[in-house]
């Protein structure tokens, strides 16, 4: 689950999930991603700069290590949100630049700052992220002192699962080195990039973006996930009446998941996606059938705070519905998938030997007695035996 939203640092966000943490365990979630938990120049906290500081727009330290001692109570893991790409300094150096971190921990000098981004480092080894210095990881004493914040974080702090925040940016053989370092029990890498587009139309084949996510994925030594954005650009033009674009040319799914379903994560929404920032929202009015759709498919599927707790009861109770039954079905990241149709009103699969599902407004039912209705809503249906 991405349990916040871009608002989430304008209230007491520490203490509002601590209250849910029952009901996010109830529901079946395994592991919580936070919102970045250091002090940082922004409140949304993404622009970090004292990182051994917790106490943040979010809430005190206190507050956030109430929340991380009821998720370990409620076995839910917590995820921490690595911002290491860029970081805002504290002082002035060359150039009359902020590229000095003086009188914080890690207190680096210019040479911690790419040269393209006002430092003394060497180049970046990835894009830049504009405005803000950018770290330069082939510095071997910036490399040590982020495994050591990293094991900070892990052993000491309490987070357990890592997302890797704009991983364009630096060498994803940095990730693999951060992750062997500091070992968490699971990591996940945004490495988001525009899909193919002809005009403003999407183009049937994203081979090439699912490509690149798979290369980043490779690149971290396999030890990351990545959230599977090919989907999610494929999914969200395929619910408004374009389903035969959720089979691919070898009939398999078009994302992420159809090629490397284990490390792919699936989602319909971010803070970043959707929220108030609404950079590439999903169609709001096929919420449900994009749920159907990743919540009985392989991968790791997640699901956005605000389709959860904000959209209403009915919505939050089919999505816990539906992780009910992709538990108790035994649907799994690498659960086999058989595509039955997938044309402009129906996309229909049989996932694993024991559930098949269908989404779009054309009728389908699996044939034989041994199926049964599991659940239902508006435009999708899903059965199992």
Sequence with gaps: MQAFNWESSKCDWWRNLEGKVPDIARAGFTSAWLPPATHSFSPDGYTPQNLYSLNSSYGSEHQLKALLQKMKQYQVRAMADIVINHRVGTTQGRGGMYNRYDGIPLSWDERAVTSC?????????????????????????????????????????????????????????????YIEGAKPVFSVGEYWDSCSY???????????????????????????????????GILQEAVKGDFWRLRDSQGKPPGVMGWWPSRAVTFLDNHDTGSTQAHWPFPSNHIMEGYAYILTHPGIPSVFYDHFYDWGNSIHEQIVKLIDIRKRQGIHSRSSVRIADAKQNLYSAFIGDKLCMK???????????????????????????
Excluded: M
């Design 359 to 385: 989404i779009g407004d054309a009728s389908w039912c699996p044939s034989g007695r041994e199926w049964t209705l599991a659940t239902s809503g508006h435009r999708y249906a899903v059965w199992h035996k």
């Design 117 to 177: 981004t006002g430092g003394l480092g060497n180049r970046s080894t990835g894009d830049n992220f504009d405005g803000f210095p950018n770290i330069d990881h082939t510095q071997d004493f910036v490399r040590k002192d982020i495994v050591g914040w990293l094991r900070w974080l892990r052993n000491n702090v309490g987070f357990q699962d890592f997302r890797f925040d704009f991983a364009r940016g630096y060498s994803p053989k940095f990730v693999r080195e």
């Design 198 to 232: 002809h005009g403003s139309s999407l183009d049937y084949n994203q081979d090439s973006h699912r490509q690149r996510i798979i290369n980043w994925i490779d690149g971290t030594g396999q030890l990351s996930t990545a959230f599977d954005f090919t989907t999610k």
